[in-house]
């Protein structure tokens, strides 16, 4: 039986009052009279968030990992009662007991071998995206939550415990915009470092408050550059995803979960500025349109089509959008990025009866252009029903948090756990891989899990690894 279950059908709540924590735990489940303690490999930059957003949730933070002692600086001083760990594996064994759950906020092509293994210690898991660096490791992260269904697993696409992914979706199944046929996503951050390659050729010093071995973990070893860490290693493609990987899981999520998308039928990239994979293949392009053609829950056909730096100059602007260029890109000011919390990342959803726009994360900043916003149409009673519960959160930003740590003591199950967002992060990767064959429409073999007419980018679905990390 469930613990829920047993709950709701018993006087349960005594007996988990007076079992030792020793015999919980370590189990995946901690009772509800307990704060869950949460272990951090991962200090500085996002994580940092993540770790806040925690312990302002009721988290207890136990223990901190780091291998960059400057950048996690300030987060151990804020929690300089917790110990603090340079090696995962030695906060993972110290700890052990006290450990109910993980926050795993490292660079992207740690997330797989950290997930998996903190999965088979009987940890729940809090993971930053995206969720894997390379198709085959999301396969690996798949399977492991599968083999452990007891505990609770989240992707921080933070935007889809937000309200207005809900309301996204009621508006679309209410038939605001009729069917819906088509998006265009944009997102105008170029992660390239072309310009940078012949400082590859040069000799850096690894600064003394980083451990490089540990920072590259299962990635082939190179030597130190300063510019593969603190914040830019999505440049790189030994070490990252791009844009598209890094960005598709809070822009395409109300897609995805609305439409029920799954792998793509098509994927065709196009490159935007001079990159050829065979002098610049380390970094990414300045640019890339991805499009994207799906089959939706309704058997549909429908089409994605993302732009991405440079590519953002070309993103077809619909009829009605008339009052806001000052956001849109190529015409965003500093004043439209400060209305978007300093972001122009947004979305056109086209359907047979209108178009709805949305920004980054959780379909914020929702509206039918012309001019109806959320406001607008609760003013004029015409918003649809809520069908959708809503996270409880006294801000958008604590929500996931708050979900997370639910869902670990018995509480509804989290929304964008891993089988929902490994499905999301597979299906970018697959418009990453896609970059090393540019031009070609690739078909995809969902049985295979390659494309049928791909080279380059059948190579690129899974990454290189070396060592027992």
Known sequence: ??????????????????????????????????????AAIGVGGRAGADINGLAGA???????????????????????????????????????KQIDAVMIGVPDHWHATMAVECLGRGKHVQCEKPLAQSYHEMDEMLDAAKAHPNLVTQAMNQGHAYDTIRDFRE???????????????WCPAKYTFMDKLDELKKTWEVPKEVDWNQWQGPVPHRPFYPKYIRGVWRFWTMYGTNTLGDWSCHLMDP?????????????KAEIFGNWDPAIHGATFPKGVKTTFEYVTRGGKPFKLVWFDGEACNSVPVPAGYKDDMKYFPPHNTAEG??????????????????????????ANYLRMLPDVTLEKLRADGGCPKQKYARVPGK????????????????????GSDFAYAGAMTQCSLTGVAA????????????????????????KMLRQPRVGNW
């Open 1 to 38: 039986m469930k613990r829920r279950d047993f709950l709701k059908t018993t006087g349960g709540l005594a007996l988990f009052n007076v079992l030792p924590r020793n015999l919980i735990a370590g189990s995946g489940t901690p009772p509800p009279s307990e704060t869950v303690c949460v």
């Open 58 to 96: 009721g988290a207890k933070i136990i223990g901190l990992c780091d291998v960059d002692d400057s950048r996690s600086a300030g987060m151990r001083k804020k929690f300089e009662k917790v110990p603090y760990f340079k090696y995962y594996r030695e906060m993972l064994d110290k700890l052990d």
């Open 171 to 185: 508006w679309v199944e209410a038939g605001l915009i009729g069917d819906v046929t088509e998006a265009h996503i």
């Open 255 to 267: 897609l995805f979960w609305t439409l029920g998308l799954g792998m793509p039928k098509t994927v």
């Open 337 to 362: 990025r400060k209305r978007r919390d300093g972001m122009c990342n947004g979305a056109f959803v086209y359907g047979t009866k209108g178009v709805i726009e949305y920004g980054h994360h959780g």
């Open 395 to 414: 801000s958008p930003e604590s929500k996931p948090y708050n979900e997370f740590l639910a869902a670990i003591k018995g509480g509804p199950k989290v």
């Open 435 to 458: 970059l090393f064959d540019a031009g070609k429409t690739l078909q995809w073999d969902p049985v295979k899990h390659i494309f049928t007419n791909g080279v380059g980018s059948n």
